[in-house]
């Protein structure tokens, strides 16, 4: 087993050495809004670059979480984008492009857009019972898997 401290360390330094762009899903709430809030705290004042595009559905939580972030990490760059239902495949599409045109902007023409870190905590998933929509979802490709 892994001491907790060794990979706070390791996550840490990871953040701070290199210039980072992050994806975290869910990001306005429980999980991904701690997650966020790491890597802001990780990269801090003085690490490399760190982009990070939190994902969700409720913009006003999402400029609080910026306005805290940048408290921290104050050279970060946090984006808010938003998502309407993530169990939807043509919304999961749609999320994906604003990334990747907003990733292309960044880059010089040479470069491809990346990112480096994806952190996936939206709550499309429940454990109780399925639950149809309207069109092709991801639900119906995870539930099968339980
Ligand atoms: N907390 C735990 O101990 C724990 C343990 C194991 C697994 N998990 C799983 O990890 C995931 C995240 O947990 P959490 O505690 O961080 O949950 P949470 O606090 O409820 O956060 C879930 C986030 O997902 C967003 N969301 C929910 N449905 C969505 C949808 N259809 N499309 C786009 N965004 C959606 C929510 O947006 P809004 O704020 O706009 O509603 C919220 O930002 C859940 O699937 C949970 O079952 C949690």
Known sequence: MVYLDIVKSANITLVKSQPLVAVVTGGTSGIGEATVHALA???????K??????VGR??????????ECLKVCPKGDFRFVRAEDLSLLKDVDRVCTEITKAEEAEM???QKP???VLVMC???LSFEGRHGTSQPSLYHYVIPLF
Do not use: F, N
Request: proline share 0%; hydrophobic share 35%.
């Open 41 to 47: 705290t990780a990269r801090g004042k003085d690490g």
């Open 49 to 54: 670059g760190l982009r990070v595009y939190i």
């Open 58 to 67: 409720k913009e006003g939580v999402a400029k609080s979480i910026i306005s």
């Open 108 to 110: 010089a023409t040479d």
């Open 114 to 116: 990346r990112v480096d």
């Open 122 to 124: 939206h709550a499309h």
